[in-house]
């Protein structure tokens, strides 16, 4: 016979068990947030002082959000920022090439768990497009952007971007997006200075500057000092 002390204690237990598993996934929740912020407070420390960072510094901020992901696997922010720091490693030759499908599987995971954060899927975009070129999957991708962030500047930048980092190899149909967004940076008033810094790091300023003269929607452009900056003769 099971007694009233029996069951209290029993009742007990499973109050304890579940405080303990409370407190377990709070601290687990909390070591990986503490992980995320010490490897963005060292991606804030290199943008502030490119010239100082070195490698050791990279691959510590890459342990620290390797360290973040660890602990929280499915927190879609996290698994986007790793990402991105896998591809700016790439990007200063402290990682293999070979990185970049590690990176798209991130963003695949960190879409899986938050599909309506355009950041992830123009990313997405943009990595795909370094893996096999522009292809139908880069634009799906686009195109996903464009669902949940129709108004995001990011999005247009790095469509604009991505087209023209493989202009020379791109299909004619895929050039109506490049214009489309170029024609939708426009919106966005002085941000559209990135869409000339952007065309000069892809080494299409000329190309960039040759549509602004010919196109009369770019006349406002035309007239403004970005035009004197970047296309003045």
Not at 103 to 118: E, H, Q, T
Request: charged share 20%.
């Amino acid at each position: 016979m099971i007694t009233r002390r029996a069951v209290y204690l029993l009742q007990c237990l499973v109050l304890m068990g579940m405080a303990l598993a409370v407190g377990y996934w709070s601290l687990q929740k909390a070591t990986s947030n503490a992980w995320y912020f010490s490897s963005l407070y060292s991606l804030q420390a290199w943008q502030s002082d490119p010239l100082t960072f070195q490698e050791s510094d990279y691959k510590a901020m890459l342990s620290s959000i390797d360290r973040a992901v660890m602990q929280d696997p499915t927190h879609p922010h996290y698994l986007h920022f790793k990402a991105n720091i896998i591809t700016l490693g790439i990007s200063q030759h402290w990682l293999p090439e070979s990185e970049l499908s590690v990176a798209r599987d991130l963003l695949l995971d960190s879409i899986n768990n938050r599909k309506a954060w355009a950041k992830s899927w123009i990313e997405l975009a943009r990595v795909q497009a370094y893996l096999e070129n522009v292809d139908e999957r880069v634009i799906n991708y686009i195109s996903r952007a464009e669902e949940v962030g129709p108004y995001d500047f990011d999005v247009h930048k790095t469509v604009v971007e991505i087209m023209l980092q493989h202009w020379s190899n791109l299909q004619p149909q895929y050039k109506v997006y490049f214009f489309k967004h170029l024609l939708l940076a426009l919106h966005h008033g002085y941000k559209f200075v990135e869409i000339l810094k952007i065309a000069k790091q892809s080494q299409q300023l000329p190309l960039m500057c040759l549509i602004l003269d010919k196109d009369s929607r770019f006349e406002e452009v035309k007239r403004s000092w970005v035009n004197n900056s970047y296309c003045a003769k």
